[in-house]
Every structure is written in C-alpha cells, then in structure tokens.
C-alpha cells in the first residue's frame, strides 16, 4: 500500500514552492535541485497541478510558478487529490475479474475499507500546506517570514 | 495507495474460514467456491498466514484449515502485515531504502501520520467484529432479498 511517485514528489515540491517562492514565481529547476526530483518529471507534475487551480504559472525568462491561492487555503488532500485520484486504500477498478459481490466482500468494504478511507481523507483535509511549510522551517531552522502572496 | 489483491483475498478468505469455523476443518476448495478466489492463490495466501501464526492446517482426508486463535485476538491489521507487510504509505517510513532527508524532509511528518491513522483503524477491527458484522447487517438483508424474490 504505497503513494506513488506522483503525489510524494508532487507534495514535497509543493511545500518547497510555498517555502521559496516569497510572492515571486519559482523556477521548475531550482525546486528540482533542492528536492532532488528530475526536472522534467516536476513538469508534468506542476502541468497536473496547474490545470487543478493550484499553481500558476508565468512563462519567459523570469518565469516560473506561484502558488494559486495562500498555502493556509490549501488542504493537503486537494493537492493529493489532483495528483493520485480520489484517496482510497483499495482500487475499486482492479477487480473486474469477480462479476458479483460476495456479502464477505461487502462486509470488509463497510467495515474496514470505508473506515480507513475515512480516515485517510479526514486526515489529509486537516492539514494544509501552511502546516507542513511551518513544520518543515522548524525542521531545517528557518526564520519565520511572511508570505507574498 | 492501494493495498494489493493479496491483502484484500486473504481478508476474505479468513473472514470466511471465522465464518464457517464452527464446522471444524475447512478445505481450501469450498472457501475459494465462496468467495470466488482460486484455490491456488487460496493456497499462497494461507502459507504466509500459517506462517504468521493466524492459521493451522490439519492433515489428512478431512484435513484443511482453522483459525490458529479466536476471532477476537485477530485484527485486521495482523492480517494485513502479514499479507502485505507493514501499512505504510510511502516507503521511507521503514527507514528501508535509507533516505538522505530523513529529518529534514517537508513531508515525513504527513506521511508518519497517514501511517499511524490507517493502522490504528485496521488494528481496531478484529475478525469477530466482522464476522458479527457479516451475520447482522449482511446475512440478515440477504434472506430479505430472498423472501421477496
């Protein structure tokens, strides 16, 4: 049970463009460098994230992106929403092989699948990205400073 | 984040091995029957259980399955571990493969609590719970199907 590629770089670049950006668009390279994610893959990542209303972007020499809204504003489960699908534990698509549902199967879907899907989801739309920028400015002994945006 | 086909099958099947455990010994041929499983994957599924000390088999003509312990001292996230090993939603929680930001990574922190929410639902639920669940809300609406078929 794992996150993909995707949305663990999408976050991280995430925070990384709130932590940077100082009401100033981002260059895709310089958060590249400082996350250690190819350039090319933020590209797509940011094209996704872009067409969600996260992010903006600027073209030409001094451009770059910028968060779409203040990072108080953006729960983390929109950006992970964006980037993977809906938040669920299990692919309801996958099982196309069993034409029918069993009562066990229904079973385990109220009571465990829902449950921890549940939980995944209250959880991710209680954080927000300011929570992690400040977590992450404690984390590498940043000043708080004030946002631009 | 999905967990995989072998983790959500081996839920099943256990569930149905609690469900019709008063029967004694149950062979891999009817639960599959059941649930609509292979009884190869059946077979797989059970070893690694057996392994974990959730399962027994028992030899001979009337040989199969039981469970190792009651209902009650099997919870979901057992299960789970067992089948699909620890419920993390990114590898690096396991600290395996070693990851260069650990401690100061934006999103660590996110992710340990996506983690500690998804395992405090799945060792919450154990396998008497859902087999009281699968006899109450599930069997019960079924036969009222039937009746007015």
């Known amino acids: 049970m794992k996150f993909s590629t995707k949305g663990r770089y999408g ?26 994610i190819s350039t090319n893959y933020l590209e797509q990542v940011f094209s996704v994230l872009r067409k969600s209303g996260l992010v903006k972007s600027v073209k030409g020499a001094q ?10 504003d953006i729960k983390v489960g929109r950006i992970l929403r964006a980037l993977e699908g809906p938040l669920s534990v299990i692919d309801d698509k996958a099982d196309n092989s069993r034409d029918s549902e069993t009562g066990i199967e229904q079973c385990i879907k109220q009571c465990v699948w829902d449950k921890m899907n549940e939980a995944l989801n209250e959880l991710a739309d209680s954080v927000t990205l300011e929570d992690l920028v400040d977590n992450y400015r404690k984390l590498v ?4 400073t004030m946002y631009y945006i | 984040m999905k967990i995989s086909t072998k983790g959500r099958y081996g839920l099943e099947a256990l569930v149905d091995l609690a469900i019709h455990s008063s029967e004694g010994c149950i062979n891999l041929k009817s639960i599959s029957e059941r649930c609509g499983i292979s009884e190869a994957y ?5 070893l690694i259980l057996r392994r974990a000390g959730i399962v027994e088999s028992v030899r001979g003509a009337q040989g199969g399955y039981v469970l190792a312990k009651d209902p009650s001292e099997i919870t979901v996230g057992d299960i789970l571990t067992a089948l699909e ?3 993390v939603p990114v590898a690096c929680i ?13 999103t660590y922190g996110f992710w340990e609590s996506v983690m500690n929410a998804l395992n405090e639902v799945a060792y919450s639920i154990t396998v008497s719970d859902l087999v009281e669940y699968y006899k109450n809300n599930i069997l019960s609406k079924n036969y009222e199907i039937e009746y007015y078929i």
Do not use: W
Request: hydrophobic share 35%.
């Open chain 1, 11 to 36: 976050l991280r670049a995430m925070v990384d463009l709130a932590v940077y950006s100082k009401g100033e668009h981002v260059a895709l390279c310089s958060i590249a460098e400082r996350q250690g």
């Open chain 1, 63 to 72: 451009g770059g992106y910028i968060l779409a809204e203040p990072p108080s």
């Open chain 1, 141 to 144: 002994g940043m000043e708080n």
């Open chain 2, 42 to 46: 059946i077979l797989q599924i059970f």
């Open chain 2, 85 to 87: 090993g620890p419920l």
């Open chain 2, 94 to 106: 396991t600290g395996n493969p070693k990851c260069e930001r650990y401690g100061k990574c934006a």
